[in-house]
């Protein structure tokens, strides 16, 4: 089953405005976490929500699950040229000791932030 | 702040050969894993490691492929015969818990021609 599609694909905006992209997913899951890729380099681990959570905060970041509609949303505040990259969520849907830590990963928004 | 490491960060092998990726998690990890992201594609699983075994593989996972903790701080993925398909970047991750954050490496861009 397909997991963590985010939307939009792409996203342009100035500097100092507000990035909010989502995340939609399939089945029930134990937890859903962020991550920034900037162009051919590794993944780092933004923010992770559990699935009894319903918002987080980070920094600049804030971060919204909602189960019943089984999506997420991630909101970059007071965006800078260095927040450019893909954004990826993943879900841990492991429910059994046959998947665990499995993280699924959608294909990625990615944000350009132009000065 | 502690991090995971790969080496090499690029690795160019012919069809066929054998390649050893190398990973050094975060050092009171206790979950080690192996995801593999195909140039403008997704991030796939492909494995997942705990106490000395592997605990999930994806169907990606076949027996070309296989993994080992050698020491107390090595993670290697090791492909026996790669296959142009191989071509990818591999990332190795950790986490110290199930289903706590998973720690990504900077990743080794494997290049078989």
């Known amino acids: 089953s397909q997991q963590g599609e985010e939307d939009p694909q792409a996203l342009s905006i100035q500097e100092g405005e507000n990035a909010t992209m989502n995340c939609s997913y399939k089945?029930?899951?134990?937890?859903l976490q962020w991550y920034r890729q900037n162009s051919g380099r590794g993944l780092v681990h933004l923010i992770l929500i559990r699935s009894n959570e319903r918002e987080k905060h980070s920094g600049r970041l804030r971060v919204t699950l909602d189960t019943s509609k089984k999506s997420s949303s991630l909101l970059i505040t007071a965006s800078r040229a260095a927040d450019t990259a893909s954004y990826f969520c993943?879900?841990?849907?492991?429910?059994?000791?046959?998947?665990?830590?499995?993280?699924?990963f959608g294909a990625g928004t990615q944000v350009v932030v132009t000065p | 702040e502690p991090e995971v490491t790969q080496t090499p960060s690029h690795q160019v092998t012919q069809m066929g050969q054998e390649v050893i990726l190398r990973c050094v998690p975060i050092s009171n990890h206790l979950y080690f894993y192996w995801y593999r992201q195909i140039l403008g594609q997704k991030v796939e699983f492909l494995v997942s490691f705990y106490n000395n075994e592997i605990s999930e593989k994806s169907e990606i996972f076949d027996d070309q492929f296989s993994v080992e903790r050698p020491d107390g701080s090595n993670f290697t993925l090791k492909i026996r015969s790669t296959k142009l398909e191989d071509s990818a970047m591999y990332f190795c991750a950790s986490s110290e818990w199930l289903r706590n954050e998973q720690f990504f490496g900077p990743g080794t861009r494997l290049t078989v021609l």
């Open positions: 993943a879900t841990d849907a492991s429910q059994t000791t046959d998947s665990w830590g499995k993280l699924q």
């Open positions: 089945t029930s899951i134990n937890n």
